[in-house]
């Protein structure tokens, strides 16, 4: 071989290698925040847990959980567990500005509802996930069948699922998805619990819609795992597919779930009894089996969105001092959790209630990401910042 045909195609398998070495690993752009802005604010309610879908280019979703401010009674403070919460939307135009009155989206008759999780699917349909809480008085406990899950003076519920086929305009009657065999639990009407969780639901390449459940497994001590289920038919019908993670002392709850361009599920988890640690679990054969572990840094909870060049934007609540909103850009397979830059949204949150962050495309450049806040323990309200990513500054 001559010099020049040798440093030719030396030249020329550098630049092979380089170019694959890019396309597996591409550069991470830096975030640049445009602003904050408050969705839905009301002295009177106490407003969190939201989620957010784009319909059409200029119809944008903003679903959250709304219950009376107890401080307006007189009383101390407010709780997550209310007889009076239930599900709302508000909608915008253009992702900036909201409309002021919310709109129903299901009130439950048994009692307070909580976390509506919107997904749009690729036939219009809009499925909202929530659960919901009852009241009943002492002499009624005592008739209940047990175990049960109590939590301030409510007996848990179990999930369900409302769907809409007009754009959010009209919502149908609930769907009760199954109860999952490893949850130990009975509703108060005395049946086996039915699958809950607060997370984003994801719709696959092959139009089957997947979703991460959590079953609390142990008594006395409540500690949860993850669990997968399945619909074929739009959030119809589900199917349990099998276990996301589970551990002796780690307890996994909320939950958000995510299809890679190769076809991977990746559950983005939130966990209790392991310092907050945000967790991932990886599926390679359609979700069968999870493979999970730390990330190796705190969020509460975490969602996932795919960006127009297929990296992740992964944003989620910060519940330590300074209290606020954090995100990272992932590559494109999730892979680089570990090492990727993580970005500050927001530091001034009034204390540890606020966070379940949403994130939404506003256009090919501009993000917005949904979440509830305080500013000095004040009225919880629905807010977001709006960023641009996918530039050098």
């Not at 009674?73 to 709302?88: A, I, K, M, W």
Request: charged content about 25%; aromatic content about 12%; glycine content about 8%.
């Amino acid at each position: 071989m001559n010099r020049k045909y040798y440093i030719i195609t030396l030249l020329l398998t550098v630049s092979s290698v380089v170019t694959c070495y890019c396309s597996n690993n591409p550069k991470q752009s830096d975030i640049r925040k445009i602003k904050d802005i408050i969705i839905y604010e009301d002295a009177q309610y106490y407003s969190s847990f939201p989620s957010v879908i784009k319909t059409d280019e200029q119809d944008f979703i903003v679903a959250f959980r709304r219950a009376p401010e107890r401080k307006v009674f007189g009383e101390s403070s407010s709780s997550h567990v209310d007889p009076n919460s239930y599900l709302v939307s508000v909608r915008s135009k253009d992702g900036e500005i909201w409309t002021e009155k919310p709109e129903l989206i299901y009130a439950h008759p048994f009692g307070g509802s909580q976390d509506p999780c919107l997904v749009k699917l690729q036939d219009g349909t809009i499925l909202c996930t929530s659960y919901g809480w009852t009241f009943i008085k002492p002499d009624g406990l005592s008739n209940l069948k047990t175990p049960y899950f109590k939590n301030g003076g409510a007996v848990f519920l179990g999930g369900y699922i409302v769907r809409s086929f007009d754009n959010g305009k009209t919502w149908e009657d609930p769907i009760y998805p199954p109860h999952v065999d490893e949850e130990i639990n009975f509703n108060p009407f005395g049946d086996p619990l039915p699958a809950y969780n607060r997370g984003a639901l994801y719709e696959g390449k092959d139009g089957r819609v997947f979703w991460v459940v959590a079953v609390n497994d142990s008594v006395p001590v409540r500690k949860n795992s993850n669990h997968l289920l399945v619909s074929e038919d739009k959030g119809l019908t589900w199917q349990y597919s099998g276990l996301v993670a589970k551990d002796d002392k780690v307890s996994f709850n909320e939950t958000s779930i995510y299809e890679t361009p190769k076809g991977d599920l990746i559950a983005f988890m939130r966990t209790a009894n392991f310092d907050d640690q945000a967790c991932i679990a990886r599926s390679t054969n359609g979700g069968k089996t999870f493979k999970w572990e730390s990330m190796g840094f705190q969020g509460h909870p975490l969602n996932a969105l795919r960006l127009p060049d297929n990296r992740v934007l992964l944003t989620y609540g910060y519940r330590h001092k300074p209290y606020g909103i954090r995100a990272r850009i992932l590559n494109a397979e999730c892979t680089d959790y570990a090492t990727a830059p993580e970005f500050v949204l927001r530091s001034d949150g009034g204390n540890g209630d606020i966070g379940y962050s949403w994130p939404v495309q506003l256009d090919k450049d501009r993000v917005l990401v949904v979440y509830y806040f305080n500013k000095d323990n004040g009225t919880r309200h629905i807010a977001g910042t709006i960023l641009e990513i996918g530039k050098e500054y």
